[in-house]
């Protein structure tokens, strides 16, 4: 009889990077990942899968890259994490440790803000559905309140007549631009205007400090154009007797999840019906390899023609006023990975080939919005496995057919084996637990905070 002679096996656990969709990843969590792939298993051993990481020193790190734009430009600001982004107390914390201010869109927000240690004062409250219980906090708290329509300034002038003890409402107007006059929020020049007059007629009720807008999409240039519309309100309000000190321009500041270059070139070979196990390519997806990092962009932004000889920045100077930003992703860049475990890999029809991991589409939300995570998992594993490289999509736990991470076929070195890890890096931006919740009565996935000690030594501690 021959001798049976086992297969070579890894004696060591090993981080398999992706090859067409390569995340960006901080080099502080790509050491662990290299170095310590290990602890990941562990972690997840002890804390359940999906199991977020959560990591302040990027945030950090975010805050002071836009800081230094600001600075270079020496323009007074003014900085609001949107924390809408991430549900992360930590990175509330790494707000509050920047010196930076948050803006929250709810009660809960402003009060996880305020635990996390930032004064009422540097709180910027936006969205257009405030609770009155929200104003109530946020009057007596001195809080920034960005107003969005004629009736919500209704409302806080209830409020405020009947406020104990007396208060004073510090407000910007959020304006809509004209390249979006279908929109459910803010005001166009009708509505601004008559503001304007409540605020005059008003002066004890209200300290008006300036106008906002927030604007979907990515592009800097929408943002100069709706700058350039916001500074004739400027205008309106000085002659009217304001004194407006404020231009706040939201969020939608871009990040860059991949190479642009692997981006394009996936968008132009990789991106057909075939690659998808469900053959339909989504309509759209976030700019995952944006051409401009978020500092190219502002400085782009500040560098623009506000008039004919005069930048953003020089207006800004000139006007004495101060630009305040409100970046919710941008500022979690690198904040965080997302670790499922491989419950098994299962061959199906048409020769396809479904990764079941221990999470939900809940956990890695993009699905549910039609859209695709274009960054590609990596594989921790410690089996024994021959390299073959294979092609399968990936599935949540659950039994709802739309309980798909992603659609995409990915490409893998080896076939991820039960007790693999599937690594999304740079998840803190509305994916992670965006959605999540304790459907099938999973327990809610746990989020670590990790901090690095010494070099290569890193804390988890519970991210409350
Ligand atoms: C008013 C406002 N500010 C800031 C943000 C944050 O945007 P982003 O995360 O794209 O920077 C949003 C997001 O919807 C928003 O509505």
């Known amino acids: 009889m021959p001798e049976l002679i086992a297969p070579p096996t890894k004696e060591t656990t090993e981080a398999q990077y992706p090859k067409v969709l390569k995340p960006l990843i901080?080099?502080?969590?790509?050491?662990?990942?290299?170095?310590?792939?290990?602890?990941?298993?562990e972690l997840v051993n002890q804390h359940g899968s999906p199991l977020n990481l959560v990591w302040p020193h990027a945030?950090?790190?975010?805050?002071?890259?836009?800081?230094?734009?600001?600075?270079?430009?020496?323009?007074?600001?003014?900085?609001?994490?949107?924390?809408?982004?991430?549900?992360?107390?930590?990175?509330l914390t790494a707000a509050s440790a920047s010196g930076i201010g948050t803006d929250v869109s709810s009660l809960f927000e402003l009060q996880a803000a305020l635990r996390a240690g930032t004064p009422a004062e540097h709180l910027c409250a936006t969205g257009p559905a405030k609770t009155a219980a929200f104003h109530q906090v946020l009057l007596q708290g001195g809080s920034l309140i960005c107003v969005d329509s004629l009736e919500e300034i209704g409302h806080l002038k209830a409020l405020l007549d009947t406020s104990?003890?007396?208060?004073?409402?510090?407000?910007?107007?959020?304006?809509?631009?004209?390249?979006?006059?279908?929109?459910r929020f803010g005001m166009g020049a009708k509505d601004l205007f008559q503001c304007l007059q409540h605020l005059v007629e008003q002066r004890e009720s209200f300290h008006f400090e300036g106008f906002h807008f927030h604007l979907g999409g990515y592009g800097y240039e929408t943002r100069v154009q709706a700058f350039r519309e916001v500074t004739g309100f400027i205008d309106a309000a000085r002659e009217m007797g304001l004194d407006p000190v404020m231009i706040d321009i939201g969020g939608g500041l871009p990040m860059r999840y991949v190479d642009p270059q692997d981006y394009n070139s996936f968008l132009q070979n990789d991106n057909n019906p075939g690659h998808y196990q469900n053959r339909r390519v989504p309509d759209s997806?976030?700019?995952?390899?944006?051409?401009?990092?978020?500092?190219?962009?502002?400085?782009?932004?500040?560098?623009?023609d506000h008039s004919p000889g005069k930048t953003i920045a020089g207006y800004l100077k000139s006007q004495n006023i101060k630009l305040a930003l409100e970046p919710g992703r941008s500022l979690v860049d690198q904040a965080a990975i997302s670790v499922f475990r491989v419950t098994r890999t299962k061959q199906i029809a048409d020769n396809k080939v479904v990764i079941?991991?221990?999470?939900?589409?809940?956990?890695?939300?993009?699905?549910?919005?039609?859209?695709?995570?274009?960054?590609?998992?990596?594989?921790?594993?410690?089996?024994?496995?021959?390299?073959?490289?294979?092609?399968?999509?990936?599935?949540?736990?659950?039994?709802?057919?739309?309980?798909?991470?992603?659609?995409?076929?990915?490409?893998?070195?080896?076939?991820?084996?039960?007790?693999?890890?599937?690594?999304y890096a740079n998840t803190a931006g509305y994916q992670m637990d965006l959605l999540e919740n304790e459907f099938h009565r999973h327990p809610l996935p746990q989020r670590l905070m990790v901090t690095c000690c010494t070099d290569g030594n890193y804390a988890f501690t519970p991210d409350y």
């Open 356 to 423: 079941f991991a221990e999470g939900s589409s809940f956990s890695a939300c993009e699905t549910w919005f039609s859209s695709e995570y274009l960054v590609d998992p990596i594989l921790i594993t410690s089996k024994e496995s021959q390299p073959v490289p294979m092609q399968a999509y990936i599935a949540g736990h659950s039994c709802l057919d739309d309980d798909v991470i992603t659609h995409r076929l990915i490409n893998f070195d080896t076939t991820p084996q039960t007790g693999d890890l599937l690594i």
């Open 164 to 183: 104990q003890p007396p208060a004073k409402a510090r407000i910007l107007l959020r304006y809509r631009p004209t390249s979006c006059p279908a929109s």
């Open 285 to 304: 997806f976030y700019p995952y390899g944006s051409n401009l990092t978020v500092c190219q962009w502002l400085d782009l932004f500040l560098e623009s």
């Open 26 to 41: 901080d080099p502080v969590i790509d050491n662990l990942l290299k170095h310590s792939p290990e602890k990941l298993v």
């Open 59 to 91: 945030f950090e790190a975010n805050v002071q890259a836009l800081q230094s734009v600001l600075k270079r430009h020496d323009v007074d600001y003014a900085i609001f994490y949107g924390a809408k982004a991430n549900k992360s107390q930590c990175l």
